[in-house]
């Protein structure tokens, strides 16, 4: 508060500097500020309205004049029966309102081509993983079709070696045993 910038009299100073610190001021600023944070049309012309701007606009050598309600229409946001910026004054010209809706459609038109584009894509994209998901079953389930058939052929054989084994013992064990009287019989 001491030290002023330079051209700014003392007394202005300490003036500004008690008025930006006063709590009018302060909730003046908090409300401004939030009114501009709702704005979506940003206002890039300094002091000069957009309408003072339509008027005061250069026209180059190689561009046609444009009238006023054509610059609107292309350049805010198309609201029925209305300019925006411009209040109830004039209206927009209906054959630019098709215009700029017949644009709309054809960026909407696009869009849908390519994304039906991209879905086909996709899709096929999808139809490759299921044949080669497809092929991969196949493979596996002739895989333990095989593993399967050679488990049983397994264990055929070492049944079939564990029988002829028990058979071999019984004829073995029969002749090695003599007859003779029972042990229990004593």
Known sequence: MQYPPPGVPQEDWNYLCSYFSSNEFKKRSAQNARIQAMQNTSHVTG???FARMGVEMPVGENEALVCEEEI?????????GYIRGRGHGPKPNRSLSKHHDKSELEAAN?????????L??????MEVIKATQKATNEILQASMEQMQGATENAANEILQALMKQMQDGRHMSAHAIAPGPDPLLW
Do not use: C, I, P, W
Request: aromatic share 4%.
């Open 72 to 80: 609107f229409s292309e350049v805010l946001v198309h609201k029925s």
């Open 47 to 49: 002091t000069k309205s």
């Open 110 to 118: 696009k869009r849908a081509n390519e994304l039906e584009e991209k």
């Open 120 to 125: 086909n894509a996709q899709q096929q994209d």
